[in-house]
């Protein structure tokens, strides 16, 4: 089992940048590809990014490709979210999850544990 805290979210005009971390309990953090996903109000869940169990392999969904880098330190049990220009529509409460099944799923049904959530707005 893992549990997981974010950390990061806050307020922050269009083309700027934040960074988001989630910190993993336990010692198999390194077993679990690990996501980001995010939710606006009204909305569903939706994938923004993957990371295979070594960190060589990313995924990322289209509306975030180019801007948003998925990267991983398995020494510290964490996984990073660098968002560089950043739009209003990208304002959401943001989840880091784990998942020890599959792949870089894009799928929030395939991810075992999930962290709290952390905010993210974009002013325009």
């Known amino acids: 089992q893992v549990q997981l805290v974010e950390s990061g979210g806050g307020l922050v005009q269009a083309g700027g940048s934040l960074r988001l971390s989630c910190a993993a309990s336990g010692r198999t953090f390194s077993s679990y590809v690990m996501g980001w996903f995010r939710q606006a109000p009204g909305k569903e869940r939706e994938f923004v990014a993957a990371?295979?169990?070594?960190?060589?392999?990313?995924y990322y969904a289209d509306s975030v490709k180019g801007r948003f880098t998925i990267a991983r330190d398995n020494a510290k049990n964490t996984v990073y979210l660098q968002m560089n220009s950043l739009k209003p529509e990208d304002t959401a409460v943001y989840y880091c999850a784990a998942n020890s099944r599959q792949l870089l799923a894009v799928t929030a049904s395939a991810y075992d544990y999930w962290g709290q959530g952390t905010q993210v707005t974009v002013s325009s």
């Open positions: 990371i295979s169990r070594s960190g060589t392999n990313t």
